[in-house]
């Protein structure tokens, strides 16, 4: 799929493929979840790991910190689906993200689960 730069931001949404859709949608669908999970985390305590996003919850509180940082990845999601050239490059960047989101998610869901059963 060639995109060319002088097409407007509604007429490249068009041209996008089911792919790049899926892809963007889990990419969004991994970042609530892992807000959720955050959220519940900070209730009970834990500390957040990653230190950008524990910079702008200090600075804008942690639902602003958590709402500025999502919708930053988002918009960065959303403007690599629309003015993407190397689609292959960019489906595999989403793809390792989402694994590593997948697994991240896997891994302390289980630990908390464990630090509520012991």
Known sequence: MIMHFSLSCMERIKLLDKTNIILGTCIILLQLCDSVITLIGLNKGVTKGNPLVAFFMEQFGV????????????????????????????????????????????????????????
């Not at 999601?77 to 989101?101: A, H, P, Q």
């Open 63 to 118: 639902l602003g910190g958590l709402l500025f940082t999502k919708g930053l990845v988002v918009m960065i999601v959303c403007g690599f689906i629309i003015y993407n050239k190397n689609i292959e490059l960019i489906r595999m960047c989403f793809l390792m993200v989402m694994i590593i989101y997948l697994v991240c998610m896997i891994v302390f869901t289980v630990e908390y689960i464990m630090t509520i059963v012991l």
